[in-house]
């Protein structure tokens, strides 16, 4: 079963712009994780946030976590047409089983 | 750079084969896993192993299975192939478990197809 699902399924934007996705989750968690895939490639880990942090940041990507909630954004800002990306969110929950959600595409038009 | 490295690119199968895609990371990592990836189905985790001759199933292992006699190569094995097995096949390794907050390095990914 999926654990992270991720809101909006596509997003489209202009080159400049910020891009935020969401990730919900269901059960508790370790840590939660955001990826990127380029098209037909595997995965590139962007940001690790510990459940017990709230925001944390690495260069243009801000990622927020609620733990409450059990949901985490990500943003990304002053997007870029090389951003355009497929990205997704996981969760650790025993150990290092890493459990993905569907992800977001994002399209960034120059 | 961590590296983990997957036999093939793009595989062509014939339904009823026996099919086994190759994993190999050179991180000395303890876990190691199998995801497929399907469209609007993100990533869904087969098997996982956290060392070598220890698996534990994942969300959908029904139709594959696994082997790891070493700790850099994670296997995985479809007994036989069907169509509804073509897809994506993802591996990734990470530190044990006793380092519960690192993060995943992925290999490039086997397109499989069953025909």
């Known amino acids: 079963s999926q654990q992270g699902e991720e809101d909006p399924q596509a997003l489209s934007i202009q080159e400049g712009e910020n891009a935020t996705m969401n990730c919900s989750y269901k059960?508790?968690?370790?840590?939660l994780q955001w990826y990127r895939q380029n098209s037909g490639r595997g995965l590139v880990h962007l940001i690790l946030i510990r459940s017990n942090e709230r925001e944390k940041h690495s260069g243009r990507l801000r990622v927020t976590l609620d733990t409450s909630k059990k949901s985490s954004s990500l943003l990304i800002t002053a997007s870029r047409a090389a951003d355009t990306a497929s990205y997704f969110c996981a969760t650790t929950k025993y150990g290092n089983k890493l459990v993905f959600g569907a992800g977001t595409i994002l399209r960034v038009k120059s | 750079d961590v590296k983990v490295t997957q036999s093939s690119r793009y595989l062509v199968k014939r339904t009823g084969e026996k099919v086994f895609l190759e994993c190999v990371q050179d991180?000395?990592?303890?876990?190691m896993f199998w995801y497929r990836q399907d469209p609007g189905l993100g990533l869904r985790l087969i098997y996982f192993s956290y060392d070598v001759k220890m698996k534990e199933k994942g969300d959908i292992p029904e139709g594959y299975s696994v082997s790891r006699e070493k700790k850099e190569r994670f296997s995985l094995i479809l007994e036989s192939a069907s169509t509804n097995q073509t897809s994506m096949y993802l591996c990734?390794?990470?530190?044990?478990?006793?380092?519960?907050?690192?993060?995943?390095?992925f290999g490039q990914g086997t397109r499989l197809t069953v025909v």
């Open positions: 991180m000395d990592h303890e876990n």
């Open positions: 990734a390794s990470s530190f044990s478990f006793s380092l519960p907050n690192t993060e995943a390095f």
């Open positions: 059960t508790s968690i370790n840590n």
